[in-house]
Nanobody
């Protein structure tokens, strides 16, 4: 059974950092492209970042230079390092595997002073 378990969210002040983790089980992360999305209330879920099987990454313009997506194939873990956080980064962050449309349960990130 494919499962994705996101963690690492929390409350952080503007300018701070967080690292989100997504533990994958039931499949080998190295064989699939993976994404991070985020959602705020009353808005559609927004794509944030992706990493391909070959390790190519891409980001929504608003997080370029601040966020880094990565994975550890040995640990079967996906990460999102978030630096220089802004209040507009607040939301529930989800890891997502497009093939099969598998979502993790989400982890709340709140950026506030």
């Amino acid at each position: 059974e494919v499962q994705l378990q996101a963690s690492g969210g929390g409350l952080v002040q503007p300018g701070g950092s967080l690292r989100l983790s997504c533990a994958a089980s039931g499949f080998s992360l190295s064989s699939y492209g993976m994404n991070w999305y985020r959602q705020v209330p009353e808005k559609a879920r927004e794509w944030v970042a992706l990493i391909t099987v070959s390790g190519i990454t891409n980001y929504i313009d608003s997080v370029k230079g601040r966020f880094t997506i990565s994975r550890d194939d040995a640990k079967n873990m996906l990460y999102l390092q978030m630096n220089s956080l802004k209040p507009e980064d607040t939301g529930v962050y989800y890891c997502y595997r497009p093939i099969g449309a598998y979502w993790g349960q989400g982890t709340q990130v709140t950026v506030s002073s």
